[in-house]
């Protein structure tokens, strides 16, 4: 049986302030171009369909619109799970009408165990859809006061769902879960304080392949069968290494799984630009749409920064000064004086934050906007004397 496995979608998601909508439409359109031409026997979506639990209108829109393409040119079964960051109501909405057509969503956990099951030439495959877990709401469901953590509750409904299969079968789960021994990027939502939340990829043993959302780079844990496809797009400058992908997964007949990832391309990558404010500028004619992180090595003054940047790529996000930020210990203190000069405390800053002496220029800039300040002091002064009313 040949698999699709995505997830993470995060529709609605915003870059620094930056609505990606867009973005996410192009990519899905590379998933209907991806289902159109490997041709699998079902698609899996791993959870987060949404960023949040209210989601923006055109994150809805965009999500509707999805669905109906995938009934009019996919026609085949589509698997779908809630995740962290999904609201489950609202998720579980339509459910019913859409598995009439062959979409199985999933936002809630209950007693009854989600199993799909779908045949193909070497007879059935077995699918648990196993929307992300509560602790809470999975003791309560399961009438189970054992239940105490994200493990156990995990644990147990992998349980009512093999249960719920035949032994003889070939097995999936769709999971949302924090799996031991995954790497994770900030953009990820923790599942609970600490590392309290993971569970230990040993739960899914009998499970053939197991089809992960959450963490947000294409990675296998613990073994090939056991695997996060990743998200749909960068959603933070710590994914900027990241080869974002579909999942393929071809499940032979013995339960062995072949996988291949299949690339997203981006019309505006998230990327890095590191250097002096001159080579940034000067910059790389291609690709100058991308979303971009600058990181300035210049440690003087520099006027307008970002408006020289945005001139240059009018989708930069961030600038950070990295030459100032690494100079200067956040835990340190400086020692005042204030028996010494304005001058001398001017030059007790700039070598606390630049760890450099100040130079001839930097105190003859000090000196002139003492003066102005001076004079200006001295005017106020004069007309304070000449109206003293």
């Not at 003791?139 to 299969?165: F, K, S, T």
């Amino acid at each position: 049986m040949r698999i699709l496995h995505t997830a993470d979608w995060h529709l609605g998601r915003q870059l620094h302030g930056v609505s990606m909508i867009e973005d996410q439409a192009l990519v899905l359109d590379q998933l209907f171009a991806a289902l159109a031409e490997l041709k699998p026997d079902c698609l899996i979506v791993a959870g987060d369909i949404f960023d949040r639990a209210l989601p923006p209108v055109e994150a809805v829109a965009l999500f509707n619109q999805t669905l109906n393409r995938l009934n009019t040119d996919f026609k085949k079964p589509v698997l779908l799970i809630a995740g962290n960051h999904d609201s489950p109501e609202r998720i579980d909405f339509g459910s019913g009408l859409f598995e009439s057509n062959g979409i199985f969503i999933r936002g809630s956990f209950t007693k009854s165990p989600s199993i799909v099951r779908l045949e193909d030439n070497y007879g059935a495959v077995d699918i648990a859809l196993l929307p992300y877990l509560e602790t809470a709401v999975t003791r309560q469901v399961l009438g189970d006061e054992l239940i105490q953590n994200p493990q156990d509750a995990l644990a147990a409904a992998c349980q009512v769902a093999l249960d719920a299969m035949l032994p003889s079968v070939r097995k999936v789960a769709v999971a949302h879960a924090f799996v031991d021994g995954g790497r994770e990027s900030e953009s990820e939502r923790p599942i609970s304080v600490g590392g309290s939340g993971r569970v230990q990829a040993a739960i899914f043993d009998k499970f053939h392949y197991v089809a992960l959302g959450h963490l947000h780079e294409p990675q296998a844990v613990a073994r090939d069968g056991v695997r996060y496809s990743g998200s749909l797009c960068k959603y933070s400058f710590s994914e900027v290494s990241h080869r974002k992908s579909f999942s393929l997964v071809d499940l032979a007949a013995d339960g062995s799984v072949g996988i291949e990832e299949i690339p997203i391309s981006y019309k505006r990558d998230a990327r890095i630009v590191r250097g002096t404010f001159a080579e940034i500028l000067k910059g790389d004619a291609l690709n100058r749409e991308d979303y971009i992180l600058a990181e300035i090595t210049d440690t003087g003054a520099i006027i307008d920064a970002m408006g020289q940047l945005r001139s240059v790529y009018p989708n930069i996000l961030q600038m950070r000064r990295v030459s100032i930020e690494g100079l200067v210990d956040p835990q340190s203190k400086i020692r005042v004086d204030l028996r010494q000069s304005p001058r001398d405390l001017f030059g007790d800053f700039l070598r606390h934050v630049t760890n450099n002496d100040p130079e001839d220029l930097h105190l003859r800039a000090f000196d002139a906007a003492m003066g102005d300040t001076s004079t200006e002091a001295k005017g106020e002064a004069l007309s304070d004397e000449a109206n003293p009313n």
